[in-house]
């Protein structure tokens, strides 16, 4: 099955600064690759996505990209502000029932 | 609108009681999934339905019955469930069962057993 590993698992930056949390998958089927935010005590938020036909998306301050190569995934926070802190968790989707593996999370913290 | 709602919020149950969980939503969404989350750890997919068929069941205990009466509703029906089975319980739903397409998250039910 597919296996997602996520770097780093807490990352703490100042106001302002850029934030990079980084995953990898093993399955080379996977081609759809979804971030979620999600802070406590609240569902996964999906906040970004990126299907494998396609090397970087943005949206305003977030962005994705994917080197299909490599099998790795990044996900790009620019000009970071507080309500940024949360949980964010990389998942890659197989063909099969749309199953979604999740890395193991990163705990963003952002410092005012 | 892309929402997912469950309800209750937060159940504490024991370990004799039957409880059941609910999700719905009204996007038109024609798959539902369950996923269970721990503390501290990734969402684990519990159940998958499609057009109100189990589609997928990842070697769940008995003790967590899904069912799905119509393409806007998912329940969970709970039975002698054991302390271990305290945890986030997480519905989310996407348009299909395809590969690639966007899923969403309800704000879980956080179930404790006592």
């Known amino acids: 099955g597919e296996n997602v590993e996520q770097h780093p698992s807490t990352l703490s930056v100042q106001e302002g600064d850029s934030a990079v949390i980084k995953c990898t998958y093993s399955d080379s089927a996977s081609n759809y690759f979804p971030w979620y935010k999600q802070e406590l005590g609240k569902g996964p938020q999906l906040i970004i996505d990126?299907?494998?036909?396609?090397g970087e998306k943005k949206d305003q301050r977030i962005a994705v990209t994917l080197n299909k190569t490599a099998k790795h995934f990044s996900l790009h926070i620019t000009e970071t502000q507080p309500e940024d802190s949360a949980v964010y968790f990389c998942a890659a989707s197989i063909f099969i029932g749309n199953q979604f593996y999740f890395g193991t999370g990163t705990s963003l913290t952002v410092i005012p | 609108d892309t929402e997912v709602t469950q309800t209750p919020k937060h159940l504490v149950m024991g370990m004799t009681n039957k409880k059941s969980l609910k999700c719905e939503q009204h996007?038109?969404?024609?798959?539902m999934y369950w996923y269970k989350q721990k503390a501290k750890k990734p969402p684990e997919l519990m159940f998958v339905?499609?057009?109100?068929?189990?589609?997928i069941n990842e070697s769940v205990p008995s003790r967590f019955s899904p069912e799905c009466p119509n393409s806007s509703l998912l329940n969970l029906h709970l039975h002698a469930l054991q302390p271990e089975d305290s945890a986030l319980y997480l519905c989310a739903s996407s348009q299909v069962i395809s590969q690639g397409v966007e899923a969403f998250f309800g704000q879980g039910t956080r179930l404790t057993v006592v």
């Open positions: 996007m038109g969404h024609r798959a």
């Open positions: 339905y499609s057009y109100e068929k189990l589609s």
């Open positions: 990126i299907r494998s036909n396609v």
